[in-house]
């Protein structure tokens, strides 16, 4: 047999095993896309049976306090579940070394946590029935720093499928419990005592996804076992601190975008108030997790890799993810602009009418954001993380200041106002600073590159 009769299926299998590839990561996008969709016909549909479960004003008391507790989840898992996926996917198996200390540190930051939300219930006395409110969704702050941290794992093992299940199975729970409330007739105190059943419950089964990786035998994706143990020095917990901050920082960043609007109208303005605002920001939250599934849960540990080895997989992301999350956030935010109108007061009833107009505003901040995902990741990636965080710091001002100022003129129209110029400053700063530090001077790909990386014709081309 010839040389060649002899490599030929070899270089024949060059651009099957990439179909393959693609195909995968098809059904993995698949997979986590099916699942955010459940996540969100949940989310939503847990907002129109508690709005009509509860009176306006304690379903307004239940959205403030939950609003505030989910913001401080950054804190409670102090970014440890970012660090672990730039850590592992620059380090590999070796990585390992920071996972002892990283618990340690997110164990003590959810115990401080959870004390403070019991401080702030005790506080809300003798309005008895929001301190009990805030003391039940306490128990919401553990489960959110373990979801946090086992959707690092699964993304490190590559079992998207699993993600998917757990990231949906919380807001299924949660379902549950308002359709029980709302069948039985129950009020909001039941609604929280529910929701912290789900949280304990959620805790427990992260647990049990979690022991391999715990103990440092889970394979990792992408990486090969390691030869031998790690020769350098332990990590302290001080070297976790310094390297989640950047982490925490953007995270509390984030949410502070989208919940701080809803406690300043609670707080500030009525609790109808926040029950107004809170269902169309609950709608903007479930379609802000297209890129966060993208980018966050899929692509994002392969960034770190590419980012030292794969200059062209950057170039692509830059160019492709950018532009495309731009245009499918314009007909996102069209779709949802369109049947805010009509269908908020059906679902929701008359006294939420005004939801729909606020909804509308708040929509001309889709695309900004979808945009901005994307080429944030690529400062994530490639070694900008501080300036990156920076810039969101500059966008949370920019956010503060528009809420301090339009809120008082214009009540929730004026805080959803404030969330888009905020969405707007920061994609913009993120796109100069990702065409200045991470694609300057590049040629970038066309098309055919486009193709050709996918077909695996770039192997044969000349």
């Given at each position: 047999?010839s040389?060649?009769?002899?490599e ?38 847990t ?35 970012e ?9 590999g198996a070796e990585a390992?070394r920071?996972?002892?200390?990283s618990?340690?540190v ?24 929001a301190a ?17 941290l ?16 757990l ?6 729970g949660?379902?549950?419990?308002v ?6 007739g ?7 005592a ?18 391999p990786?715990l103990?440092?035998?889970m ?9 031998a ?10 070297d ?13 960043f984030y ?13 500030f303005?009525?609790?109808e108030?926040a029950?107004?605002l ?9 379609v802000?997790?297209?890129p ?5 849960q899929y692509?994002?540990a392969?960034?770190?890799r590419?980012?030292?080895s794969?200059?062209?997989?950057i ?12 245009l499918?956030g314009a ?6 602009a ?18 729909a ?16 995902a994307?080429v944030a ?6 070694g ?20 301090a ?12 106002t404030?969330t ?5 400053a ?15 001077g590049?040629?970038l ?11 695996g014709?770039e192997?044969?081309?000349?």
């Open positions: 047999m040389p060649s009769a002899v030929l299926p070899a270089d024949r299998a060059v651009p099957s095993r990439r179909r393959n590839r693609l195909v995968a990561m098809l059904v993995h996008l698949g997979m986590l896309g099916l699942s955010q969709v459940g996540v969100t016909v949940a989310a939503f549909a907002q129109i049976l508690l709005a009509r479960s509860l009176s306006q004003a304690a379903f307004g008391t239940f959205t403030t306090a939950l609003a505030l507790i989910s913001l401080t989840a950054p804190l409670a898992v102090f970014g440890v579940s660090l672990w996926l730039q850590r592992f996917g620059q380090q390992y920071w996972v002892r200390p618990v340690r997110v164990t003590a930051c959810s115990a401080l946590i959870v004390a403070a939300v019991l401080l702030w219930g005790f506080g809300a006395l003798p309005d008895s029935r009990t409110v805030r003391v039940l969704l306490a128990a919401v702050v553990v489960a959110q720093a373990a979801l946090g086992v959707a690092s794992v699964q993304q490190l093992r590559g079992d998207y499928r699993g993600l998917s299940a990231q949906f199975a919380p807001h299924l949660r379902v549950l419990v359709l029980a409330v709302w069948a039985a129950l009020g909001v105190v039941a609604a929280a529910g929701y912290a059943v789900v949280a304990l419950l959620t805790v427990v089964a992260c647990l049990v996804v979690m022991r990786f103990r440092g035998v394979p990792l994706e992408g990486h090969a076992p390691a030869a143990p790690p020769s350098h020095r332990p990590v302290a917990v001080r976790v601190l310094g390297g989640a901050l950047p982490f925490v920082l953007g995270n509390v949410l502070l975008g989208m919940y701080l609007g809803t406690v300043v109208a609670g707080e303005l009525s609790p108030a029950a107004l809170s269902v169309p920001m609950s709608v903007l939250a479930a802000y997790l297209v966060r599934v993208v980018y966050q692509f994002l392969k960034l770190h590419w980012a030292g794969d200059r062209d997989a170039l692509l992301a830059y160019r492709y993810g950018g532009a495309g999350m731009v499918l007909l996102v935010a069209a779709l949802v369109v049947a805010a109108g009509p269908v908020l007061p059906v679902l929701l009833g008359a006294a939420y009418a005004d939801s107009a606020v909804l509308a505003v708040l929509a001309l901040a889709i695309p900004f954001r979808f945009g901005g994307a990741s690529l400062l994530t990636s490639g900008l993380l501080r300036r990156k965080v920076a810039y969101q710091g500059v966008g949370a001002a920019v956010y503060l200041a528009a809420l100022v339009a809120t008082p003129l214009w009540g929730i129209m004026g805080a959803a404030a888009v110029v905020a969405e707007v920061l994609c913009c700063l993120f796109w100069v600073a990702v065409r200045r530090r991470v694609v300057a590049a040629t790909p066309s098309w055919r590159d486009v193709r050709r990386r996918l077909t014709e192997s044969r081309a000349s």
